[in-house]
Nanobody
């Protein structure tokens, strides 16, 4: 079974920066799109950013120009560089990846456990 392990969350002041990392491990034949999502208390989970295996990126309008998603295919790691953080960015951030565990297996979406990001004003 594949696993995603996140790191880098924490407390930061408004205007500051933080970088999240998510490493995939376990049974992995291929990884397609990888992404970051977040969920604030009392709100629905929302897409933050995605990056394809070829490096094509997409961002939520709320984070464009402030966040950068990237990946290292060799290391099987996806990053989220967050700058100019705002209190409204406070949420639990989850990474996700579409993974084919083996050559004959179907694609399956995997999720990390989530990491708390708190931005103080």
């Amino acid at each position: 079974q594949a696993q995603l392990v996140e790191s880098g969350g924490g407390l930061v002041q408004a205007g500051g920066s933080l970088r999240l990392s998510c490493a995939a491990s376990g049974s992995i034949s291929s990884i397609a799109v990888m992404g970051w999502y977040r969920q604030a208390p009392g709100k629905q989970r929302e897409l933050v950013a995605t990056v394809s295996s070829g490096g094509t990126t997409n961002y939520a309008d709320s984070v464009k120009g402030r966040f950068t998603i990237s990946r290292d295919n060799a290391k099987k790691v996806v990053y989220l560089q967050m700058s100019s953080l705002k209190p409204e960015d406070t949420a639990v951030y989850y990474c996700s990846a579409a993974i084919r565990p083996t050559f004959f297996a179907a694609w399956k979406e995997f999720w990390g456990q989530g990491t708390q990001v708190t931005v103080s004003s």
